[in-house]
């Protein structure tokens, strides 16, 4: 973890997880679970993890268990309406 992070956040703070989930991928994630990013290596969650803190002003803890992913990784099925572009 990175010397940045503040070891013992304020508990009424924001904190921002970052951990695997079950599958291995890496996740970011808030504690009020509004935020979330999935990345390929540690080092890009962890890049995304300390741009958020500025931003919001939280602390970064490694989560000691797996994530569970807020935004499901699974396919979309063909009875699912879905967008053609991204907004």
Not at 40 to 68: C, D, N
Not at 81 to 86: D, F, I, T
């Amino acid at each position: 973890m990175s010397s940045d992070a503040n070891p013992e956040p304020d508990p009424s703070g924001f904190i921002i997880y970052v951990g695997q989930d079950q599958a291995g991928h890496w996740l970011v994630q808030d504690s009020a679970r509004n935020l979330e990013g999935r990345f390929v290596s540690y080092s890009a969650a962890m890049s995304y993890a300390k741009a958020e803190r500025h931003i919001y002003h939280g602390t970064i803890e490694l989560a000691s268990l797996p994530l569970t992913p807020i935004v499901p990784f699974t396919p979309v099925q063909t009875d699912e309406h879905v967008l053609r572009r991204a907004a």
